[in-house]
C-alpha cells in the first residue's frame, strides 16, 4: 500500500476504493487536506456535485493565499499553522513561498495573509528577493479586491526591527490591497502573538461559500511519517566527530555523522536544526550572580516553574545577548560603556553588533557588576533572557550516498552553545546523543535538469552543502559539470575535505576547483578574486545556462561575491551598472543564483 491510500475500513466498494487510492497517491499533504475538504462539501451539498463543485472550486479560485518569507523556517511555520487554522474552518487556503509566488498568484487571491522574517540588516529572507523586487517595481501587481494582513518575525535587538513585514505592509497597502489586520511586529518570544493572530486571521476572513469539513474530522486521514521538526525534534546517535583541520589551525572544524532514519528524509540543501545545551561552565558563572540561588530552586518564569539549573542550562540564551539583558544590566550597574552598547543611535547600533559577537551573559555579568542594591533575584534575571533557540547546520552529505546518516561541517564557538554540545556528546564514551530536527530548504535546490552546470561558492564551513551537491550528483549521474571555489586562511591547516575533492576532481564528479587561501601570501586573496580572475569561464558557463550558489558568512563574503558577479557581468557582457545588477536579480528570480548565508 503506497504511503497515501486509505486503510480497509471505508464504506466504498472496490472499484471506487481503488480509484481513490490511485487518486490519493498522486497528491501532496497538502492536497490531500484540500480534497478532504472538498469531497465533504460535495457530501454536505447532497452529493449533487454540480452546485457544490462549483461553490467549492470558486472558493479555491479566490481563495485565500498564504504567503511566507522565511529564512530559518519559523515564518514557514507559521504560515503552515496559520493554513491548518484556516482549512479547519472550511476555507480553501494554499501556502506560497516567497521564492515560488508570482504576480498573478498574488492578485487571484481573495485574502491574502504574509508572515515574514527580516533577515541581515533589515533585509528580506533570501527567497523573498525577487519577490521584493516585483513589489517595488514598475511590474508590481495591483490589487482590486483583496484583503491582506501581515505578521512580521524579528529581534528587536536588531536596528532595524521587522524591517520585512513592514515593507510587505505598505507595499500591499500601496498596490491598492485592503487591511484586514494591523501589522504585527514579533519579537523573538512570539508564540502568543502568533496564536491570537492566527484566531483574528481565521475571525477576519469571510465565511467560505460551502463549508468543508475540518480535517481533524476525518478518521481516516492517512499514517503519514512526519519529518523531526523544530516542536518534535528527536533524539539522534553521534556515530563520529573528527576534526578536520590541523592543531595550529585558527578554530576548529569538525565532521559530523549523526544517524538519520524516520523522519530525516532530507535532500541536498536542506539543513539540520540542533537543540543545544548550555556550557556548565557558563551556567555556573551566571548562577553565581544570583546571590545564593541553588541550582535545583524552583523558579517561575511566564506560564512555567522549573529549577534555576534547568532554565539556565536548556531553556533560555546564556551564550548568546540579546537587547533587553543588555539594557536591564546597562541601567542596574550604571556602566556607562553598556549605556553607550545599547544607545539606539546608528553609532549606538554598530557598537551593539560588535559587542554582542564576543562576550555572553556571563561576561557581561562579570565585566559590568550591578550597584550595590540592584542585584538580580533569579526571576528578574530569567524574566530578561531569551528562549534558546536551536541552531541549524547545512546538511553535508547526501542520503544518495550515505544512506541513513546526516553529516554536518562544524566550526567550534568558543563557549558556543550547540557546536560545544555536540562535541562534548560526539567525544564522550556513552549518552552520544543531540535533539535534532529536519529543516527543510526548499530554494537551495540543485537543478531539477541534471544537465545544467553548478558552480558553487562555499568558503570555509559554507563548503558543507556543496559535499552535499557533489555526493548527489556523482551518485545520480548528472550529466551537468560541477565547479567549485573553497576558501580558507591556509592551505596546509584548513583545506576541508581536501582529499575529498582532489579524488572527486580525478574521478569527474568534480570538474574543476578554484582555492583561495587568503593567508598564504602577502596580498590577500579570497574567492571574490578568484571569481573575478575567471570571469572568461564564469561568463560563459553563466551564458550556457550554469545555476551558482553561494553558501556561508553573510557578511561579508556574500556581498563580496555579489559585487564580483557583478563585475564579471559588466567586464565580460559589456553590461553597465544598473543592466548587470538587472541580470543578476533575473538569475536570482529564475533561481539561477540560489544563497543560503548566515
Ligand atoms: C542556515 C544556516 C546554516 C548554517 N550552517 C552552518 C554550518 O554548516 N556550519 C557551521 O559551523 N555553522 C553553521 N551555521 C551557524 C550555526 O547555526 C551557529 O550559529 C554556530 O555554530 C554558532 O552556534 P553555537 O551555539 O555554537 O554558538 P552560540 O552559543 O550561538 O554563540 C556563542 C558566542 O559565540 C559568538 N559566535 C556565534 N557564532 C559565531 C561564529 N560563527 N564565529 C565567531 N563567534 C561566533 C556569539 O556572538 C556568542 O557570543 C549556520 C547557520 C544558519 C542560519
Ligand atoms: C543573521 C540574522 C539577521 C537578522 N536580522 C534581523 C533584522 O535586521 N531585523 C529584525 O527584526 N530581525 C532580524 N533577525 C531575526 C529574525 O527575523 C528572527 O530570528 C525570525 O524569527 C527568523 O524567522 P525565519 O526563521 O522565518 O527566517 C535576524 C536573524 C538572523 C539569524
Not at 90 to 105: C, F, I, L, R, S
Not at 146 to 162: E, I, K, N, R, W
Not at 164 to 184: I, M, N, Q, W, Y
Amino acid at each position: 500500500m503506497s504511503q497515501n491510500s486509505l486503510p480497509a475500513a471505508v464504506p466504498l466498494d472496490p472499484e471506487a476504493r481503488a480509484a481513490l487510492d490511485h487518486f490519493a497517491a498522486r497528491l501532496s499533504p497538502a492536497g490531500l487536506w484540500w480534497a478532504a475538504g472538498y469531497l465533504a462539501g460535495l457530501a454536505q451539498a447532497g452529493g449533487a456535485p454540480a452546485g457544490a463543485v462549483a461553490a467549492t472550486a470558486a472558493a479555491a479560485e479566490a481563495g485565500v493565499l498564504v504567503l511566507t518569507a522565511s529564512q530559518t523556517g519559523n515564518a514557514r511555520r507559521l504560515g503552515e499553522k496559520l493554513r491548518e487554522a484556516l482549512a479547519a474552518a472550511g476555507h480553501a487556503v494554499k501556502v506560497v513561498a516567497a521564492a515560488d509566488v508570482n504576480a498573478k498568484q498574488l492578485i487571484a487571491a481573495r485574502t491574502l495573509f504574509a508572515v515574514a522574517s527580516t533577515q541581515g540588516e533589515g533585509e528580506p529572507p533570501d527567497e523573498a528577493r525577487g519577490l521584493w523586487e516585483l513589489l517595488a517595481g514598475r511590474k508590481a501587481p495591483k490589487f482590486a479586491d483583496t484583503g491582506f494582513a501581515v505578521f512580521g518575525l524579528g529581534d528587536s535587538s536588531y536596528p532595524l526591527f521587522c524591517e520585512a513585514g513592514k515593507f510587505l505592509d505598505e507595499r500591499f497597502a500601496t498596490l491598492g490591497a485592503k487591511r484586514l489586520l494591523d501589522r504585527v511586529d514579533s519579537d523573538v518570544e512570539y508564540a502568543d502573538e502568533a496564536e491570537a493572530w492566527v484566531a483574528a486571521a481565521v475571525a477576519a476572513v469571510p465565511a467560505p461559500a460551502v463549508r468543508a469539513v475540518a480535517p481533524a474530522a476525518f478518521s481516516f486521514a492517512p499514517a503519514v511519517v512526519r519529518d523531526a521538526d523544530k516542536d518534535h525534534p528527536r533524539e539522534v546517535g553521534i556515530l563520529a566527530a573528527q576534526r578536520i583541520v590541523a592543531h595550529q589551525a585558527d578554530r576548529a572544524v569538525v565532521h559530523y555523522e549523526l544517524e538519520a532514519g524516520e523522519g530525516f528524509a532530507y535532500e541536498p540543501g536542506d539543513s539540520l536544526g540542533v537543540w543545544p545545551l548550555n556550557p556548565t561552565a557558563v551556567v555556573a558563572r551566571v548562577a553565581a550572580h544570583l546571590s545564593g540561588a541553588a541550582l535545583d530552586a524552583p523558579v517561575v518564569r511566564g506560564k512555567h516553574e522549573r529549577p534555576l539549573g534547568e532554565w539556565l542550562g536548556e531553556q533560555l540564551e546564556i551564550t548568546r545577548l540579546a537587547r533587553p539583558f543588555l539594557e536591564a544590566q546597562a541601567e542596574r550597574s550604571g556602566a556607562a560603556e553598556l549605556a553607550a552598547v545599547v544607545d539606539k543611535s546608528p553609532a549606538g547600533a554598530a557598537r551593539l553588533q560588535a559587542f554582542v559577537a564576543t562576550a555572553n551573559v556571563a561576561d557581561v555579568l562579570e565585566r559590568f557588576p550591578v550597584q550595590a542594591g540592584r542585584e538580580w533575584n533569579a526571576a528578574e534575571l530569567l524574566a530578561a533572557l531569551r528562549p534558546l533557540a536551536p541552531r541549524l547546520y547545512s546538511i553535508a552529505s547526501s542520503r544518495a550516498a550515505v544512506g541513513e546518516e546526516v553529516h554536518l561541517t562544524i566550526a567550534s564557538v568558543d563557549n558556543g552553545a550547540a557546536s560545544g554540545h555536540l562535541w562534548q556528546r560526539g567525544t564522550a564514551a556513552n549518552g552520544n546523543t543531540v535533539r535534532a530536527y529536519l529543516e527543510r530548504n526548499t530554494h537551495f535546490r540543485l537543478p531539477a535538469d541534471a544537465s545544467q552546470d553548478v558552480i558553487m561558492i562555499g568558503p570555509g564551513t559554507g563548503v558543507a552543502p556543496f559535499r552535499a551537491f557533489v555526493q548527489e550528483r556523482g551518485e545520480t549521474g548528472a550529466s551537468g559539470r560541477n565547479w567549485l571555489f573553497f576558501g580558507a586562511r591556509h592551505f596546509d591547516t584548513e583545506f576541508l575535505y581536501q582529499l575529498e575533492w582532489q579524488q572527486a576532481l580525478k574521478d569527474g564528479r568534480l570538474n574543476r576547483l578554484d582555492l583561495a587561501f587568503s593567508r598564504d601570501q602577502v596580498r590577500k586573496i579570497y574567492v571574490q578574486d578568484r571569481l573575478r580572475e575567471q570571469a572568461a569561464d564564469l561568463w560563459s558557463w553563466l551564458q550556457g545556462g550554469a545555476s551558482l550558489y553561494v553558501c556561508g558568512d553573510a557578511t561579508r563574503m556574500a556581498p563580496d561575491v555579489h559585487a564580483a558577479l557583478l563585475d564579471v557581468a559588466q567586464q565580460q557582457g559589456g553590461l553597465e551598472v544598473e543592466a548587470a545588477e538587472a541580470w543578476l536579480a533575473e538569475l536570482a528570480a529564475t533561481k539561477r543564483y540560489l544563497r543560503d548565508v548566515y
